[in-house]
């Protein structure tokens, strides 16, 4: 398990944690009821931390991370429900008319 990012911004972080979970990543996060503490706590100490799960998803999630933060990451094609046929747009991670998740086939795709 290793630290990939820290923020106040719980909203950030969330997004984030969404878009490597979206590649297949397996991460959390730590802190998040204490983010609301900055200013009576310092800020290193009650920042919002997301680690990645595995090692191996290090890098993967680095890359992932920098695309985000140079606003180039793409979430890639739309993809087709294998549940109920729906055409999904590639942003959603479940069939919006039948709540069938994205296979992982679709997701597992690693940054663009």
């Given at each position: 398990?290793?630290?990939l990012y820290a ?7 969330h997004h984030l ?52 933060r140079a606003g ?41």
């Amino acid at each position: 398990m290793k630290l990939l990012y820290a923020s106040l911004s719980l909203h950030e972080a969330h997004h984030l944690m969404n878009l490597l979970r979206s590649c297949g990543i397996d991460c959390h996060l730590s802190n998040e009821s204490l983010s609301t503490l900055a200013g009576e706590v310092p800020f290193t100490e009650c920042s919002v931390r997301l680690y990645v799960d595995r090692d191996r998803d290090l890098e993967t999630a680095a890359a992932v991370l920098r695309q985000w933060r140079a606003g180039t990451w793409s979430q890639g094609p739309a993809w087709r429900c294998p549940a109920c046929g729906e055409q999904i747009e590639a942003q959603f991670t479940a069939c919006w008319r039948c709540a069938h998740e994205r296979p992982v086939a679709t997701t597992d795709r690693g940054p663009g």
